[in-house]
């Protein structure tokens, strides 16, 4: 048998390789694809993570989506709207760094376990107020900062903790996978609340996020995570801050891909904070029709990160973040100029695919090259560039739809996303040979020989 594998002298070792390559390209059949696609839920420990993270997903795209109408319906505002999106979000800029070396120094799981029990609270504390008509809009903001904390913390603790339930060979599905989740609940949960607020009121929306966090604490304490990966146990705190901000500023993939992800985040994300500006005065859709429209984002998220879920390897992914920035900006510019609401919802897909491909494009490569140890504090900084710039956007989307109008804002955020993904492309050469040391250096190509997945770096 081993001489039947055994090129004969006769025979070109080039039509050798030839056939072999042939036989490797061959489709795989469609249980193979979706075992490939799905192969992180073979791990006890992620099973546990999915299922309890979907049901509480739903409950918190519940709550974003009413506490937003809420906040429009009482006040009426695209100025408070923003100001309640900005106390949301802020503390994570401010936070995130104490959240990254807490997840680099002490256990992900109890982390996480800890975030959700305090997310748990905040619900409740908002539906008691909705639900017994005393909430304010003060409230509601002190409320939302509070959660906002918790995310500074969660965020990072809860992306670093992927690579303890599964371990390197299937992180990047499992990143994929965590998406899709996160998007599918994008899907219903707004699709819930929207009939839920126009039927019966914001509070039980509040009231169903709170119950839904039973669901991923009782699957955290049920994990058995046996080989946790290494936390830094050297130097004080604030050097171990220090050295994770030195690490993303120095190395230049993860800090042009930072540059990249905050600039979209800030420029344009808040379109989703002026939705509900959207869905009454130009699509004259209300509640429900502002739950469509969040869904049609969220389905088309769900489908780029289901596209990205079969990919092995992180070959192309410098390419592709290029060209989602852009994708997404064209489509923001597209959406804002609509006045139809069927139109608005169908462009809402591409918008929501496309930066969701770049977001778990960005984190899969970042985490791709980044040290175990660094790892929190990284994702840190990417929390801090996807999720803390998003405030000052939302503020100056608030601000500026006030004087302009929500559709113009809309579009300037989608031309910046363009001219920085324009901007990224032309360095991915500069970055590209660095970016490959750093993930050989790491091991993380999905499984695959490492020379073949990263042959091209960024390309």
Known sequence: MAEESQPSEHEPLHSVL???????????????????AVRALRHRNFQLFFAGQLISLIGTWMQ?????????????????????????QI?????????????????RQRVVIGTQISSMILAAILAALTLSHRVQVWQIMVLASGLGVVNAFDIPARQAFLIDMVGREDLMNAIALNSSMFNGARIIGPAIAGILVASIGEGWCFFANAVSYIAVIVGLLLMRIVRPAKLATQGSPLENIIEGFAYARNTGPIRAILLLLGLVSFVGMPYAVLMPVFADQILHGGARGLGILMGATGAGALLGAASLAARVGVKGLGKLIALCAGGFGISLVLFSFSKIFWLSTVLLLPVGFFVMVQMASSNTLIQSMVPDRLRGRVLAVYSMMFMGMAPFGALSAGALAHHLGA?????????????????????????????????????????????????????
């Not at 503390?91 to 256990?107: E, H, K, T, Y």
């Not at 492309?425 to 490492?450: F, H, K, S, Y």
């Open 91 to 107: 503390p994570v800029f401010i936070m995130a760094p104490i959240g990254g070396i807490v997840a680099d120094r002490l256990n």
């Open 18 to 36: 030839a056939e072999e390559k042939q036989e490797f390209a061959r489709p795989a059949s469609r249980e193979s694809r979706l075992a490939l």
């Open 64 to 88: 974003t989506v009413a506490q937003s109408w809420l906040v429009y319906r009482m006040t009426g505002s695209a100025l408070l709207l923003g100001a309640v999106g900005f106390a949301s």
């Open 407 to 459: 559709p113009w804002t809309v579009a300037l955020g989608g031309v910046a996303c363009v001219g920085g993904a324009i901007l990224f492309g032309m360095n991915i050469p500069n970055i590209r040979g660095e970016a490959r040391e750093l993930v050989l250096a790491q091991g993380m190509t999905g499984g695959a020989p490492a020379e073949e997945m990263t042959s091209r770096g960024l390309s």
